[in-house]
T-cell receptor, first 112, second 113 residues
Framework: DTGVSQDPRHKITKRGQNVTFRCDPI?????LYWYRQTLGQGPEFLTY????????KSRLLSDRFSAERPKGSFSTLEIQRTEQGDSAMYLC??????????FGDGTRLSIL | TQLLEQSPQFLSIQEGENLTVYCNSS?????LQWYRQEPGEGPVLLVT?????EVKKLKRLTFQFGDARKDSSLHITAAQPGDTGLYLC?????????????FGTGTRLKVLA
């Protein structure tokens, strides 16, 4: 299967710790997106990359959040000094420019 | 401000019944996508509609894009328990300026055997 892959699938951490998630997109896709989804809600857009350039960041992405896509392939999303409100499913998607997005199965973050 | 409203929010029906899910907005979309999401998994793309008035069929699922490209509907014929899941519409509104791909509020469907 060559779909979007996310790691880890689950992360449990204590409040105040830093966490990092990884996303490997579909190989030929030049766009990569990050979303956050809380229970019972649709995904909320966080940021997206075209190749290695981060083109857009949502206001939801506070200064504790940072995303990178250093070589235009995989991406990482880091959350520093985690808070209870950061508990959510973090979804990654990829696409060709102008094409539909294909999602990974997400990383579920639980903050104790 | 939520730009994509879905209705109903929840729907519980018996196997074999028909249903329609609506996705409405005051904004124009260049295209809309429909996804289905199951617990613990990411959304899975079902269809993309692009042209106003377009109708697409995927087995028992029929998708329609409104003439003005502000709304869409999903109709399921003879629902089956395997259709159970969270249905999401999504798209990038033609607002100009910043990119913002948004998802609808979601419709949680449960089909009882």
């Amino acid at each position: 299967d060559t779909g979007v892959s996310q790691d880890p699938r689950h992360k449990i951490t204590k409040r105040g710790q830093n966490v990092t998630f990884r996303c490997d997109p579909i190989s030929e896709h030049n766009r990569l997106y990050w979303y956050r989804q809380t229970l019972g809600q649709g995904p909320e857009f966080l940021t997206y990359f075209q190749n290695e350039a981060q083109l857009e960041k949502s206001r939801l992405l506070s200064d504790r959040f940072s995303a990178e896509r250093p070589k235009g392939s995989f991406s990482t999303l880091e959350i520093q000094r985690t808070e209870q409100g950061d508990s959510a499913m973090y979804l990654c998607a990829s696409s060709l420019a102008g094409g539909p997005q294909h999602f990974g199965d997400g990383t579920r973050l639980s903050i104790l | 401000t939520q730009l994509l409203e879905q209705s109903p929010q929840f729907l519980s029906i018996q196997e074999g019944e028909n249903l329609t899910v609506y996705c409405n907005s005051s904004s124009v979309f260049s295209s809309l996508q429909w996804y289905r999401q199951e617990p613990g998994e990411g959304p899975v793309l079902l269809v993309t509609v692009v042209t106003g008035g377009e109708v697409k069929k995927l087995k028992r699922l029929t998708f329609q894009f409104g003439d003005a490209r502000k709304d869409s509907s999903l109709h399921i014929t003879a629902a089956q328990p395997g259709d159970t899941g969270l249905y999401l519409c999504a798209g990038d509104p033609v607002l100009g300026g910043t990119y913002k791909y948004i998802f609808g509020t979601g419709t949680r469907l449960k089909v009882l055997a």
